[in-house]
């Protein structure tokens, strides 16, 4: 654990701050980091005369950048599917893997078998891949129990993994996930049965810092999301939305009008949602693990939201289905290769943007107040961080303001 108040010299810092530096970067820097917080950063040549006696610890020329954020996953699960991934690789048809129990509803039945014990049990080991990546912040879904008793017993286990390893966690309520089989074909019944009462109850829990629902053909309509989002909004809960992934249902305009934090997936939308998007200060969230895995081909429109200014976050999106994916460095490489992001726009996505589109403002940059959340590497370029892949040059991590 570091002192209260240390000095970090002996680095270069990736601040992610928009500035007319690439990636806010700031060569021979000093981080001085008090209480848990970054009191001071800034070339050391220009170090405060308070801090001169500080206590140093030098990091031998290593990169430091914020420490990573994790914005959309569904780490919390029971079970897996490698089974039917096998299934698919061996020929079997979408249906066939349907009747022998694959897709969604496997993993529903899962994790309604599991408690919280096991829930918990099964996510830490993809968690701690996360941390050991530099991630210091992860948000997680629920969505997987479609009933009352399991989606709050998700939202429980997530919040149980802050308390079980140094990350911060965000939950996101998504009990307008899919509709579950005892409900097929009354979508409408299972919200007001399941998923609205689940999320008043699990809001009264203290377990929901925002809410969530997947809108596509699959899922939910629009105006069915609409529904539970004007719940959300009577409780007081910000918002995001799984949209535009298989296909232009209109659901990140949808969103954009209730002032949502994100929309997520996107790879349909169209302009008018993009322009929706950025005039709403929607972030959009790139999740290139679930193009990959489901082999899809309509990339995201990344050159658009560029023109229009809207900020673009990147995740794992890390599910058992269409994305299970634990490493955010192969995320960002994907996001370079696959949709030619550039490498400062992958970090940025991984750092400032991603916590824009949980809704927070004190970590994703190296600035004065931000939460002392850094992650260590051993590269000189951060463009290094999206080059390679299957490498981690993590060399520590510091969450706040320890190591």
């Not at 996360?130 to 939202?155: F, H, N, P, Q, W």
């Not at 609205?196 to 596509?216: K, M, S």
């Not at 949602?273 to 082999?295: D, E, K, S």
Request: glycine share 10%; net charge negative; hydrophobic share 40%.
């Amino acid at each position: 654990m570091t002192d209260s108040k240390t000095l970090y010299v002996d680095l270069t810092a990736a601040t992610m701050r928009q500035t007319d530096e690439a990636y806010g970067l700031i060569p021979n820097a000093a981080i001085a980091v008090e209480a848990g917080r970054i009191a001071w950063t800034g070339p050391l040549d220009d170090l405060p005369g308070e801090y001169e006696a500080t206590s140093r610890t030098p990091l031998g020329g290593r990169l430091v950048t914020p420490g990573l954020i994790d914005c959309h996953t569904h780490i919390v699960h029971g079970g897996d599917r490698a089974g039917e991934f096998e299934m698919r690789l061996n020929g079997a048809s979408y249906e066939e893997v349907a009747r022998a129990g694959g897709g969604i509803v496997s993993t529903v039945t899962a994790t309604r078998a599991a408690d919280e014990a096991a829930l918990i049990a099964s996510a830490l080991p993809r968690v701690d891949t996360l941390l050991a990546e530099g991630i210091c912040t992860l948000e997680i879904k629920s969505g997987y129990g479609l009933d009352v008793e399991t989606e709050l017993r998700m939202l429980r286990a997530a919040r149980a993994i802050e308390r079980e390893r140094p990350v911060r966690v965000r939950t996101s309520f998504l009990g307008a996930h899919a509709v579950p089989a005892e409900y097929a074909g009354r979508a409408d019944a299972y919200l007001d049965e399941v998923c609205i009462p689940a999320l008043r109850a699990a809001h009264e829990e203290g377990l929901v810092d925002a809410v969530d629902g997947f809108c596509e053909g699959i899922a939910f309509s629009p105006e069915q999301i609409a529904r539970v989002f004007d719940v959300a909004q009577e409780l007081g809960l910000p918002l995001k939305l799984h949209a535009e992934q298989l296909s232009n249902l209109g659901g990140a305009k949808m969103a954009a009008s209730y002032g949502a934090m994100s929309a997520d997936h996107i790879e349909y939308l169209d302009e008018d949602g993009v322009i929706a998007m950025a005039n709403a200060g929607t972030v959009a969230v790139i999740l290139p693990g679930a193009f990959y895995t489901i082999r899809e081909t309509q990339t995201p429109p990344i050159e658009s939201l560029r023109k229009h200014g809207v900020p673009m976050a990147l995740s794992t999106d890390n599910n058992p289905g269409s994305s299970p994916l634990t490493s955010l460095l192969l995320t960002m490489n994907m996001a370079c290769t696959l949709f030619r992001m550039t490498p400062e726009e992958a970090l940025a996505g991984a750092t400032r943007n991603a916590a824009a589109a949980l809704g927070l403002d004190d970590c994703g940059t190296i600035a004065e107040g931000m939460r002392a959340d850094l992650a260590v590497w051993d590269i000189k370029a951060p463009a290094e961080l999206s080059y390679r892949i299957g490498f981690n040059p993590l060399h520590s991590r510091i969450f706040g303001g320890n190591s």
